[in-house]
Each structure stands twice: as C-alpha cells, then as structure tokens.
C-alpha cells in the first residue's frame, strides 16, 4: 500500500514538473518574441553569460545539441553580432565562442523579464513559501546532479 502512495506521488510530482517546465518555455517563447534570438540561442547565450568563453564542442555538450548543429547555431549569432570565435591564447588551435556586448545585453534583458514573470507568480507566496522552495528546488537538483554523476560513471 506504502509503494503505491510512493509512485502516486512521483507520477504527480512528473506531471507537474512536466507542466510548469511548460509554461516556463511557452512564457519564455513569448519574451523571446521581442528580440532577435531563438530558444536555441538563448540557451547558448545562457551557458556562455554564465560560464564564459566556451569551445563548440564544450557549447555542443551543455545545450545537448549535436556539433554541426551548434555550429550552424554559432555561425547565426557571430552573423548577428552576438558572439564572436577567438583563437586561444595558450593553444591557437583551440577556438572559443565569446560573448559579445550586444549578446549581454539582449540576454539580461531576457533573463529579467523571465524573473518579473516569477516574480509575479510567487507574489502571493510568503517569505517562509518562497524559502522553502527554493530550498527544495536546490535538493532536487543536487539530488538529479548526483543520479546523472553516477549513471555516467557506470
């Protein structure tokens, strides 16, 4: 009986991940509507805002899409003035994707507007809510990092 009250609670807690991770990416489509990047550019911007300068294939790896693919994706955002490719200075083999000002900019202006949007969804949420999703939010994902870690090791 204990099992199945288990699995009832992790089917409802999929499906209403699955939901809101949704609604995060429809209301995200909506603010991208504004600028001049896709959803695939915008979470490359993402990763290079937060990581800084990253080769393709390490870009290709975080935003799990294939090499040519990511390429062609660079190829559009250096063509806009986004990013740009530079040689490394220890190994001019290597070749990094750098974000560019205009990038910063447009991805900051995103990311704000994504946090105004949050913003007004928790408005209704006490300090004490907030808190304790956000801690719940951060054990969930230390918890997925350590199950992703250990299924690669296998």
Not at 11 to 38: F, W
Not at 116 to 126: A, D, K, P, Q, T
Not at 128 to 136: A, I, Q, R
């Amino acid at each position: 009986m204990e099992k199945d009250a288990t699995m009832e609670s992790i089917n409802k807690m999929e499906k209403r991940l699955r939901y809101i991770s949704g609604i995060i990416k429809q209301n995200g489509r909506k603010i991208l509507n504004n600028y001049p990047i896709t959803s695939p550019q915008f979470v490359a911007l993402q990763w290079l805002l937060e990581e800084g300068d990253l080769t393709i294939g390490e870009l290709s790896n975080k935003i799990s899409l294939a090499f040519s693919t990511t390429t062609d994706l660079v190829d559009r955002m250096e063509r806009n003035e986004l990013v740009e490719r530079v040689r490394d200075t220890n190994d001019r083999r290597v070749v990094r994707i750098h974000l560019l000002d205009k990038g910063k900019i447009i991805i900051r202006e995103v990311i704000k507007k994504r946090q105004e949007y949050l913003g007004e969804v928790l408005s209704r949420f006490s300090d004490e809510e907030k808190d304790s999703l956000n801690h719940l939010l951060d054990f969930l994902y230390d918890e997925m990092k350590l199950v992703d870690d250990k299924n690669k090791a296998k």
